[in-house]
């Protein structure tokens, strides 16, 4: 059985940081990218970052390049996400998800296949 666990999210004031973290199990992890998607109240669900299964391969939005790390550790089955610098627009429920390895790096919803329930992120001003 599929399971995607997200954990790490909370209230932060402007400026500060969070480290959520992403537990996976029932496929095999390091056959997969995975990546961080977030979703706003009243907006659509954005890719903010995706790391390739050996961890050497990274890609950002636009809106977090130079605030965001993801990573990953293999031999834990778990994804990271160390957000600093947080602004109230970072304000959103934010996803793990996995996408198979030989679609690449890429950033599309579409294209994951797993998923998790989210995880709450409030950045207040």
């Known amino acids: 059985q599929v399971q995607v666990v997200e954990s790490g999210g909370g209230l932060v004031q402007a400026g500060g940081s969070l480290r959520l973290s992403c537990t996976a199990s029932g496929f095999s992890f390091d056959d997969y990218t995975m990546g961080w998607f977030r979703q706003a109240p009243g907006k659509e669900r954005e890719g903010v970052s995706c790391?390739?299964?050996?961890?050497?391969?990274?890609r950002y939005a636009d809106s977090i390049q130079g605030r965001f790390t993801i990573s990953r550790d293999n031999a834990k089955n778990t994804l990271y996400l160390q957000m600093n610098s947080l602004k109230p627009e970072d304000t959103a429920m934010y996803y793990c998800?996995?996408?198979?390895?030989?679609?690449?790096?890429?950033?599309?919803?579409?294209?994951?296949?797993?998923w998790g329930q989210g995880t709450q992120v409030t950045v207040s001003s």
């Open positions: 790391i390739s299964w050996d961890g050497l391969n990274k």
């Open positions: 998800a996995a996408q198979p390895r030989s679609y690449g790096l890429r950033l599309l919803e579409y294209s994951y296949t797993f």
